[in-house]
């Protein structure tokens, strides 16, 4: 069975840079992409970005400029790192795995649900 | 980006009812969509993907349809365990987006 276990630093000041990581068990990091989506408390999903098992990245444009999605298949991990965080990047940050996805002439994605999660990371920025 | 937008919001019902919660999309996004429950403190877990296939493992009588804009996940028979938010959530295109939620409560 996959299990996707994740960790990081829960607590950071603003401007500084949030960095998760989360370790595949059971499964391999090939044909499949992986995503990172977050939950501000008490409110809904936000898909932050996706990381395929070739390397090729898609972010939420909202995102973009501070997010950067890495893979590393020696390891059978990928990381999450978001820079320069406010207190609106407060959230719980969940990896997921998903198995679909399409390629078009341009770039590829995902287009399946997401079938494993990790745990959930809680991210607090404060001062 | 694709606004997604669910109805209800929120919602009560009793064991044995029958709920449909509701999906629209701001444009087509053929039948890339999924549907998640989520209960408080767990990550959200995949009931539906694809409009209508049900994942592994998931009761029988939660069931999905639709496609292009519109889409519904139904119930058909109330359980108590059933208590949790429902997001949908579309992956026609990145970024993907999910509809608000609708929390559902059993009286």
């Known amino acids: 069975q996959v299990q996707l276990q994740q960790w990081g630093a829960g607590l950071l000041k603003p401007s500084e840079t949030l960095s998760l990581t989360c370790a595949v068990y059971?499964?391999?990091?090939?044909?499949?992409?992986w995503t990172w989506i977050r939950q501000p408390p008490g409110k809904g999903l936000e898909w932050i970005g996706e990381v395929h098992h070739g390397g090729r990245t898609n972010y939420n444009p909202s995102l973009k400029s501070r997010v950067t999605i890495s893979i590393d298949t020696s390891k059978n991990q990928f990381s999450l790192n978001l820079s320069s965080v406010t207190a609106a990047d407060t959230a719980v940050y969940f990896c997921t795995r998903v198995t679909l996805g399409f390629c078009s002439a341009s770039n590829c994605h995902a287009i399946g649900g997401s079938e494993f999660w990790g745990q959930g990371t809680l991210v607090t920025v404060s001062s | 980006d694709i606004q997604m937008t669910q109805s209800p919001s929120s919602l009560s019902a009793s064991v044995g009812d029958r709920v449909t919660i509701t999906c629209r999309a701001s444009?087509?996004?053929?039948?890339?969509l999924n549907w998640y429950q989520q209960t408080p403190g767990k990550a959200p877990k995949l009931l539906i993907s694809a409009a209508s296939s049900l994942q592994r493992g998931v009761p029988s009588r939660f069931s999905g349809s639709g496609s292009e804009t519109h889409f519904t996940l139904t119930i058909s028979s109330l359980e108590p365990e059933d208590s949790a938010t429902y997001y949908c959530q579309q992956t026609s295109s990145p970024p993907q987006t999910f509809g608000q939620g609708t929390k559902l409560e059993i009286k």
């Open positions: 444009q087509s996004i053929k039948i890339y």
């Open positions: 059971g499964g391999s990091l090939s044909g499949h992409y």
